[in-house]
């Protein structure tokens, strides 16, 4: 569902698996809570032009702070689905000085500023809050409570993904004759435990019929099991 709702072609199987396991590393719940939840928001994340990645972050950073997948898409989807309203009463632009539509992402971090500016005038906010829906509201209310590294850092994480596999494979396959010291080393790099975690991950969610497994990830199965021995 997820790759059906951000239109992505069958051959970015990869990437999705990659941004579900990169939520589930970051947040609290599993890849396969992290589906779900993103399954309430991601028709409305793709309409405002929201990549997997960047709407993986908003998840990340709302079921931090609520606990929930399920209810970080809700708030998430409710948000976007009023951030023009939201950025009108907030007095925020959503075009930009050539009149063109400005990103998403950025009309999202201009509104949380601008709420974080209010401090505790609760009634202040209320009246600006005035018309917008309570989950629309509090998506807003819960990003403007975290500090702007902590989102910048989750964005990153969400786009640097599992780094090149195939690269890191092919350093193993092609290395000369200590090819065994070197192999001892990339088992004990953070990067090849990053590996092992994310195909676990996605083990997970195919069992759990997420459907998104490729030919890649097949490959990628039989490598990393031939070299976790």
């Not at 971090?109 to 709420?115: A, G, L, P, R, S």
């Amino acid at each position: 569902m997820v790759m059906a709702q951000f239109a992505m072609p069958i051959d970015e199987a990869t990437r999705a698996l990659t941004a579900l396991i990169n939520m589930s590393r970051q947040g609290i719940g599993t890849a396969s809570d992290f589906a779900r939840g993103l399954g309430n928001a991601g028709t409305a994340a793709h309409l405002f032009g929201l990549s997997i990645e960047e709407a993986g972050a908003f998840m990340v950073a709302l079921e931090r702070r609520l606990g929930s997948a399920d209810e970080a898409g809700t708030r998430l989807n409710r948000g976007l689905r009023e951030l023009y309203d939201a950025a009108a009463a907030f007095n925020v632009p959503i075009r930009d000085a050539e009149g063109n539509l400005r990103k998403t992402i950025d009309v999202i971090m201009d509104i949380t500023e601008k709420v974080k500016s209010f401090g505790r005038d609760l009634d202040l906010l209320n009246i600006k809050f005035s018309g917008i829906d309570e989950r629309a509201r509090q998506f807003f209310l819960t990003l403007a409570s975290m500090p702007e590294e902590e989102f910048k850092n989750t964005l990153e994480e969400m786009k640097n993904g599992l780094l090149d596999l195939d690269a890191l494979f092919m350093r193993v396959l092609t290395s000369p004759a200590n090819i065994g010291q070197q192999t001892a080393h990339i088992l004990e790099t953070e990067v090849f435990k990053k590996i092992v975690d994310g195909w676990n991950k996605m083990a997970f969610m195919a069992a759990h019929n997420l459907g998104l497994l490729d030919n890649n990830l097949n490959n990628l199965a039989i490598r990393a099991a031939i070299l976790a021995e």
